[in-house]
């Protein structure tokens, strides 16, 4: 049976993060915005909330792109604005994301600093930069910043990748290929 499921990433940018799971096979919707968590997490950063098909896209794969798609060891100055956070909408969500990310541990050469948060609040951005990456490809800030996430998207996780919205980055990379 197909059942519609949600969670919440943060890492980096939400515009980055949005567009990044927008370019999946098996999302259904992306909200981008800022997550608050509870107690010492309580203010609001940087992320979405993916709305994704668990027959199409397990919640397991989710999490992997999202940990390669940000800077998830690295504890920089900015973690207030931009947390490494999964946030759960449920107890039981909350121990399948503990498992799955332990699992993951190996793939990366540090600690993950990725932290599994309960969900509590959200707020969406503003309507004019909801959408960002697709209204806008060809501004520096995606070039610079996103295009390089949905390159790792097409290598890595091809299998996840929804061609049809990222035929413009295999396009490009033929035009430098044959220069």
Not at 30 to 48: I, L, M, R
Not at 70 to 87: F, Q
Request: with cysteine; net charge positive; hydrophobic share 35%.
């Amino acid at each position: 049976m197909n059942y519609a499921q949600k969670i919440a990433f943060g890492g980096g940018c939400h515009w980055c993060t949005e567009a990044v799971f927008q370019s999946l096979k098996g999302v259904l919707k992306v909200e981008q915005g800022f997550v608050a968590s509870t107690k010492n997490n309580n203010s609001f950063s940087e992320a979405v909330i993916v709305h994704f098909e668990d027959s199409k896209i397990a919640l397991k794969t989710l999490i992997e792109i999202h940990l390669h798609t940000h800077k998830s060891t690295s504890n920089h100055s900015m973690r207030s604005k931009y947390r490494s956070a999964i946030y759960t909408f449920s107890e039981v969500q909350n121990k399948k994301v503990q498992s799955e990310l332990e699992l993951f541990q190996f793939q990366f050469q540090h600690q993950l600093i990725t932290q599994i948060l309960p969900f509590n609040e959200f707020k969406a951005s503003r309507k004019q930069i909801q959408n960002y990456y697709y209204s806008n490809p060809k501004k520096p800030f995606c070039e610079r910043f996103i295009n390089p996430k949905l390159e790792l998207l097409l290598n890595k996780f091809s299998d996840f990748a929804d061609q049809n919205k990222l035929k413009h980055i295999q396009e490009s990379r033929l035009v430098n290929y044959s220069e």
